[in-house]
């Protein structure tokens, strides 16, 4: 992360320099689409993310650059004065959530810049929420919980983005720790620190390339069937209040008065909860081959029944497998970004130069590859 670029644009555009606060993306183990179904998630924070230096300027405004982008917006914090430009609006959102929270934010500057790739299903959009969310909180005292720093970097997605995500990714960069993934229970919100060192694998993310677009109405989609299969169950199963609660028997109940795409939606979220879960014991025994057998299983469900993998990261599984890669899936939302991958160590060499040769030989453009590092959440550096 290059702290004396953002140093040097900080300065250029706003004078002497501020504090400096970071976010990490993250990585998910499993549990893909259960956040906003109230399942169970596997996710982690990694050592890439967001880097922004903030200093209180003694206006009403907030004066943003983004190092990245090279670009600057200027806008109040008032509902109506929302910036045009959408990386910006991440940060009012931000600061429109803590003022529906009671938080009294004043004027200030910030630049900022990311080492987590765009697009890639890493999170970066959580990792620049959480970042402004942190440091908002403590520059102010505000006094809000990271349970809450986490929900308002979700209610900013929902609100001024427009996607209608769950909390996995905010969660996430807000509570990562080095060497641990997280296992959230995304209902009640309780959590555990699971140790996540793989001794003789290695883990890795394959990027397809092919930019994922959330907001893309494809995924607030996937949320309403599950909604529609939920509203269906009810009539017989009142207590049933998301896809958490529901069983493959209720499924079956309600097969004929949801259209079959709804089926298949609900059939894979139901699975993939039960996956987690599995994962999670075979985890505790230092079992991978299991774990890995679920990731494929989850790539699986992924791209046959909930359609949110594509062509690329599809080849990419299949390239995995050939490689003899105990796990891999799409991850994140699909519709493009990363597969993750568990590889044995004496396999790794090979699956990656394989990867890369005949992904590109097929789609005439290099994937990207990044070892993954389990890293902390959000704090001040
Ligand atoms: C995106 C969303 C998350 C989660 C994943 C899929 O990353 O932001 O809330 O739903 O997709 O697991």
Redesign the pocket.
Known sequence: MNKDLVTDKFVEHFGEAGDFYFSPGRV?LI??????NGGF?LPGAIDKGMLACIKVNGTDKIRAYSVDLNEYAEFGMKEEEAPAQSWARYIFGVVREIAKRGGVVKGFDTAFSGDVPLGA?L?SS?ALESTYAFALNDMFSLGIDKFELAKIGQAT?HNYIG?K?????QFASVFGKTGHLIRLDCRSLEYEYVPFNPVGYKVVLIDSVVKHE?ASSA?NKRRESCEAVVKAMQKRHPEVELLRDADMTMLAEVKDEVSAEDYMRAEYVIEEIQRLLDACEALKKGDYKTVGEKMYGTHEGMSKLYEVSCEELDFLNDVAKKCGVIGSRVM???FGGCTINLVPEEKYDAFIETAVKEFTAKFGKEPKVYPVKIGDGSRKL
């Not at 549990?31 to 906003?36: F, P």
């Not at 995500?165 to 990714?169: A, E, R, S, T």
Request: hydrophobic share 25%; with cysteine; proline share 0%.
């Open positions: 998910n549990g893909e689409h259960t956040d906003y998630v299903g999170s959580a997605e996607v995500c769950g909390i996995m990714d959330l995924y994140g939302g699909g």
